[in-house]
């Protein structure tokens, strides 16, 4: 059999609007301490509150972020037959890029590509957070082949954008001026 690839698709992950705000505050505090000292390893009680916001409950009306990422992962699933794809958030929601590879390796994968919805250069969570992780992620599953798709080629994103803009504005133009 051959080696089975995967893909992750790595997300921001959203505030559920129900999760207490005190919570929000203080975990959101506890990580602006750490990086500030330019620490890696989170805190106890960061760990203990990322926990708690990654598992709180969630519908589409509490986080239609994370509801509409797994429409995407899904429509991603369905452009990439032979392939698994798994979902995972940089931050607030689970599972989180270290589970979701975990899942695939669990599962056989020998390749792995991730990744991001955040397309543009110049965000901490694509640009720094997510390559350490992938390093990281290679040092413990060393025979596992990883790779980091991004940054994604500006470029072709506007073509795809340009293309949506360019489909409404016709069917606008059939119906009424722009």
Known sequence: MAPRAGVVLVGHGGVPADFPRDLLQELKRLESERLAKRQRDPSPREKELD???RSWPRTPETDPYKFGLENLAEDLRKQLPGLRVGLAYNEFCAPSL??????LVREGAASIQILTSMFTPGGYH????????????GRQYPSVRLRYI???????VAALMAGWVKAVRNDVNNSSPL
């Open 126 to 137: 694509s640009e720094v957070e997510i390559p350490q992780i992938v390093e990281k992620l």
């Open 150 to 156: 991004w940054p994604c080629p500006l470029d072709e």
């Open 98 to 103: 270290e589970q979701a590879v975990e899942t």
């Open 51 to 53: 926990e708690k916001i």
